[in-house]
Nanobody, 127 residues
């Protein structure tokens, strides 16, 4: 059984930082692209960032480039999202997601194409 378990969400002031973690189990990490979608109240779920377990290539949506950084530890089946310079508009539930073999769900903005989801972790950025 595939499981994606997020941690690290919380409340932070604007300009602050948080690091999200996603623990993946039950899948072959090297075969998947793993990353993050987010959903703010009243908005559609959007792709934030992802990383390829095979070659480490990454994707970032434009609104987080230069502020967020994704990384992985293949030995531990972990993916991390370091979020710096947080803004109130980053407030959302952040979901860990896994898809294969490419990051098409993120590039195409199609969360319905994702194979597996975590339950989400709430990030709240106060102004």
């Amino acid at each position: 059984e595939v499981q994606l378990v997020e941690s690290g969400g919380g409340l932070v002031q604007a300009g602050g930082s948080l690091r999200l973690s996603c623990a993946a189990s039950g899948l072959s990490f090297d075969d998947y692209v793993i990353g993050w979608f987010r959903q703010a109240p009243g908005k559609e779920r959007e792709g934030v960032s992802c990383i390829s377990g095979r070659d480490g290539s990454t994707y970032y949506t434009d609104s987080v480039k230069g502020r967020f950084s994704i990384s992985s530890d293949n030995a531990k089946n972990m993916v991390y999202l370091q979020m710096n310079s947080l803004k109130p508009e980053d407030t959302a539930v952040y979901y860990c997601a896994a898809d294969r073999p490419y990051a098409t769900a993120w590039y195409a903005g199609k969360p319905s194409w994702v194979d597996y989801w975590g339950k989400g972790t709430l990030v709240t950025v106060s102004s």
